[in-house]
């Protein structure tokens, strides 16, 4: 089974920094764009940053130059860096993916999501 598993959220002051990151686990053969989004209560799901599979790199006009991602392919795992926290950036995490997986027709593109981590920025 195909999984993407988020971690690295918490508690954090503003102006702190922490480092998501988003494993993959299954029978995966490589990963193609991988995004970040987030949920804050009450608004709409955000997209805040995507990497291309050769590593091009988008990032939402509300975290740029202080967010960034990047990916390592060899772990097929992806990281969101996030300096300069503000308590706005509050919100669900969530990994998002397309990945080359193994079907039984041979090998298929297909988009996961991963169950979120939370980021909470409070003094």
């Known amino acids: 089974q195909v999984r993407l598993v988020e971690s690295g959220g918490g508690l954090v002051q503003p102006g702190g920094s922490l480092r998501l990151s988003c494993a993959t686990s299954g029978n995966i053969f490589s990963l193609y764009a991988m995004r970040w989004y987030r949920q804050a209560p009450g608004k709409q799901r955000e997209l805040v940053a995507s990497?291309?599979?050769?590593?091009?790199?988008n990032v939402a006009d509300s975290v740029k130059g202080r967010f960034t991602i990047s990916r390592e392919n060899a772990k097929n795992t992806v990281y969101l860096q996030m300096n300069s926290l503000k308590p706005e950036d509050t919100a669900v995490y969530l990994c998002n993916g397309d990945l080359a997986v193994a079907s039984t027709g041979g090998v298929d593109r297909r988009e996961y999501w991963g169950q979120g981590t939370q980021v909470t920025v409070s003094s």
């Open positions: 990497i291309t599979r050769g590593g091009s790199t």
